[in-house]
């Protein structure tokens, strides 16, 4: 279980290294993941060794947005103004994301 935190947060931080050294305005979590994800396809690290870890962080992940739902309640007149940009942003993102998931998923299906 430690090692499966080390090893996370180890690739978090290189991803934020990048972000903080090459000055590209993208999260520094995505290319965590981006390393994370070719260090297991590459089999640098096993996947067993990060998979127990990383199911707890999923399994109390909810506790993460609890703040964030928080911080929006006090937005609410803004909310109320653009409430249907919101929605459509929100559907159209949702469909892209599964749709482009699903084409990736297909993909990768085929290379196994």
């Known amino acids: 279980m430690f090692k499966g ?3 996370i947060f180890l690739f978090l931080m290189l991803g ?4 903080y ?3 590209i305005p993208i ?3 995505i290319f965590g993941m981006i390393s994370i994800f070719i260090a297991l396809r590459l089999k640098v690290i096993k996947l067993h060794e990060v998979k127990t870890t990383s199911d707890l962080f999923i ?3 909810v506790l993460f947005f609890v703040p964030y739902g928080v911080g929006l309640m006090t937005l609410f007149d803004i909310l109320k103004i653009h409430w ?4 459509a942003s929100t559907i159209i993102s949702t469909v892209l ?5 699903g084409i ?3 993909k990768f299906k085929k290379n196994a």
């Open 5 to 7: 935190v080390l090893y």
């Open 16 to 19: 934020e290294l990048i972000v």
């Open 21 to 23: 050294l090459v000055n």
């Open 27 to 29: 999260a520094g979590n």
């Open 59 to 61: 399994k109390y992940m």
């Open 84 to 87: 249907l940009a919101i929605v």
């Open 97 to 101: 994301t599964l749709y482009i998931t």
């Open 104 to 106: 990736i998923l297909q």
